[in-house]
């Protein structure tokens, strides 16, 4: 199986990095221990930041972005990982994944992670996070990650970690997004659909008597 990585971090060395690559590595040793084998593809944005800006005011996909459009739907799960800013998810982040298709991650298993310099960001996660990925229709797994300075030396950080990967492994392993027939589910508008130009009120709404 294939599990996307797809990190915000952007200092090097980056601790948004490293509790993505924290999750992957325990998806990957679950999945082995299971008889199964996942294979861990990072998308690291800072590569991405001048695609992604061109991306958003014009039409234009560059190489790199285009490669990592093409992993992400080739994904069987993905881990999502930003650091927090101002109460708020990177712009970086939230610009990468409005640039995309509204349906390329109908379905997919996704596990939300972020960092933060202080805990009173905590809640950035489910507050703001699950909404675009909602939006989105992924299939967020119920475990969300979190982690200030103080929680790496926290043994509970390892046992979130560990639940969150399981909870992915399992959503992986069923292949739901393959089993449902997700056409009728897409956000674009059908093409059946039609205004009558010629009504009286679209008329008036024109300017016209």
Request: proline share 4%; hydrophobic share 45%.
């Amino acid at each position: 199986m294939e599990l996307v990585v797809v990190t915000a971090g952007t200092s090097d060395p980056s601790s948004t990095r490293m509790l993505a690559d924290r999750t992957a590595q325990k998806v990957a040793e679950l999945a082995g221990q299971r008889g199964g084998e996942v294979r861990v593809r990072v998308i690291d944005l800072r590569e991405l930041a001048t695609e992604v800006t061109t991306a958003l005011i014009s039409p234009m996909v560059g190489p790199k972005l285009d490669k990592a459009i093409a992993a992400l739907r080739e994904a069987d799960g993905v881990i999502a990982a930003t650091p927090v800013f101002k109460a708020g998810a990177s712009g970086l982040f939230t610009s990468f994944f409005q640039v995309l298709e509204n349906d390329l991650l109908i379905a997919k298993p996704i596990v939300l992670a972020a960092t933060a310099g202080t805990a009173r960001h905590g809640l950035v996660v489910d507050d703001q996070m699950r909404s675009l990925f909602g939006y989105l229709r992924a299939m967020v797994a119920p475990t969300s990650l979190f982690a200030a300075p103080e929680d790496w030396s926290d043994p509970a950080l390892n046992k979130r970690i560990e639940r969150a990967a399981l909870e992915l492994l399992l959503l992986m392993e069923s292949g739901f997004a393959s089993k449902v027939e997700w056409r009728s589910y897409n956000h674009e508008d059908s093409k059946d659909f039609a205004i009558d130009l010629d009504s009286d009120l679209m008329r008036l709404a024109a300017g016209g008597s």
